[in-house]
């Protein structure tokens, strides 16, 4: 068999944003008035990668990581500063129509759908931008219904729709059009659990049964860990990490937090079970960092010997994750 | 043709966005018909204190009035509509779909919505100029009536133009949100024929915000005061005002877009 | 009592001064339909010699004072209040101790009328010089009388718009009213045209009705063109309708707010 040309190819791609700087102040806002600071930021620096027709990429980073950016500009959205990207043989900032009718971009926070009329007419619209014949529209949005249960939904008019059931919509909508190549930025964002998995379940059947492309980012470790094969990690608009899950886990020394609420008042010195860190989201408890293999020794021993109120078990946050082990 | 489909397709939809507003559409027709009551009253009273005004007679008036109302069913019906979605649409980033829709972006930010029940404004507007037309009996030659669409259609092109241009402005300057307003508050003056008005006013809604271009022009051209050069004059600036508004979508497009040309 | 509205009016110049932009081009759109109408009689005036006894002059002092008038006499009330009523903020301010649109409301019209009043002045300046209106017939006493009646005239304006507004606490419908309630105004106050070219029943009507006294009435008085009877008449009909908008707007409040309690938002 020859080989297969990749769907997308990516070559140092890079994207600096002038941004002007202002300090706060009456004296600083007259100042800029007449002369503008401007500070470049690096959103995306020569990243390189290329992917197959047919894989599922997890595009992995904490806000502000450059992953978004790097969408766009493989979407057609924004023109990079450098370097060069082609999917599926097309250069997407050129916009041309033929590729925009090959790929679709779905945004989990922002709403293509509109408010005030039912999706299904939203569809319609869909249908007659991307001239899609009846019969093409019929089949297709048949197969989206059986798979993302969508029923009812499709008469509601938007704004009647919960949050789960808007994103169902957004992205049957999104694919109407059958595209080779699927861009999903943030898709599972602001659900609940059962929303998060109904959308995975359904990306990976909708990969197995079309082979399209789909390219998607989020800072959900669950997203990725279920879907994707292989990850690609930005950090700070670079490129840290591109290759297998199972490779990540080893790269990065798995860790757990253990938070621990101690029922009396003497400090006790919890460096002898792990290393204590601070965690923001909950000052209540007093957390210390176990590596995963040792999280039921020390619990067992923590439980023995300290007079513990309450006790939890959690992963760090993919921020301090991916912050350990790239920045070390 | 395509184009076409998907006209009807947002027609559809948009009829269907108003039929949710059914008894809005009654009032909003009841306070039309109050105001052109009082349109109605200003001629008269007008012209129980002079037969002309500015060389025109209350027939020409009426079918100014009719002109200044498909105009105004213009703005209300596409333009203030389509404005607050783009505005919003840049605001809240659903502008990188209709970028993204295998489209021309301008057609669809120029389309998406349309005041459907304003449709009965356009027959009103029409009857408006009819009657007109007849008051004034010795205008209606089929070359000036010629003449008067044309240049009515042209008109309509120079101010879709300055539209264009006038939110493409948000493309460089984000907080530009009161794009469309300063189209509105000269829109009255499309009222009377510009000839009334002192020479800096009349300079400045026929240059400037050229609401004169889509009013008293076309009449200009029914009563048969516009030479043959003056009327394709008129038609090459509404051409050319179309390319350079598309030029600067383009540019803005490209700008929104962070192209570095 | 004088700390509140102190405070009100820090608050508020504070917020309209960031709206300035905003300021300048409603400034303009308001300005237009006055130019336009002054315009167009001048034009018939010139023609004609006078209309109905008016000059060309005459329709230019008319206008000119009429912009100056109708900054002082106008309000935006429903426009910076009606949202509060439709979207729940309102509530915020109702468990404060302070009347909501007796205090902040009106404090906002004024802060307002302050800030236009610093960019008009100029534009004002600019068109006299443009349109060159000769203020030579006005008496002295004309601007002095003027004074209570503006200060009634927005009193008035303040608390029927005020009465229209609290409709929002029953329908959304609130906009098409209000709108059907100005062209009313427009008819009746010689907003687009001045109120003698009207025909003989609109003049009538206008008498027994309030819109006259937000810009005729203060107009006619600068100018010095009333009659001491109609000077006279003219108070106590301001006087009048002061009360009975008074006690129009606060019984639409009254319901209002104990409707807005028993619904919420």
Redesign the interface.
Known sequence: MPPTEPAIIVENLSKTYQVPEREAGFGAAMRSFFKRKYKDVRAVQNVSFNIQPGEIVGFLGPNGAGKTTTLKMLSGLLHPSAGKARVLGFTPWELKNTYLKSMTLVMGQRNRLSWDIPAADSFLLNQAIYRLTDDEYNATLKELDELLELGPLLKKPVRNLSLGERMKCEIAAGLLHRPKVLFLDEPTIGLDISGQLRIREFLREYNRRSGATILLTSHYMADVTALCERIVIIHQGQLKYDGGIVDLSRRIAPYKLIGVLLSDAETHNLERYGTPVDNEEDSEKRYIQVSAEDVTAVTARMLAELPVHDITITDPPIEAVIERAFNE | MRTLKLLQTLLKINIQMSLAYRADTVINIFLSLVWLGWEFLSLNIIFSNTTTLGGWGIGELIVLLGVFRLVNTYMAALIWPNTEKFNASVRDGSLDYTLLQPVNSLFMVSFSRITIWRGWEVLLSGSLIVVGTRMSGSISSPLSLLTFFVLVLSGGLVLYSLWVVLIALTFWFTKFDNNVTILQALLDSGRFPATVYPAWLRIIVTFIIPIAVATTVPVQGLRGELSPAQVLGFLGISAAAFLFAMQVWQLGIKRYSGASS | MLNIFKHFWQVNWAENWQYR??LL??L??WL??P??YM??WT??AR??GS??GMTANDFIVYYMTLLVIDQLTGNITIHIFAYKIQDGTLAGELIRPVHPMLTNTLVTNLAHKALNFLAFLPIWGVLCL??RPDYTGTPWWGPILAVPAVILGFAIGFLLSGAITCVAFWTT?VW?LH??YY?IL??FSGQ??PLQ???GIVQQMARYLPFQLILYFPIQLTLGRLSPTEIVTGFASALVWLVVSYLLFTWTWREGVKRFSAVGA
């Open positions: 932009a905003n081009m409603y303009f759109y237009v339909s130019i336009i315009a167009v034009t018939v023609s004609n209309v109905n443009l349109f419908r098409a709108e059907f062209s427009v008819l687009f045209v070219l009207m025909p």
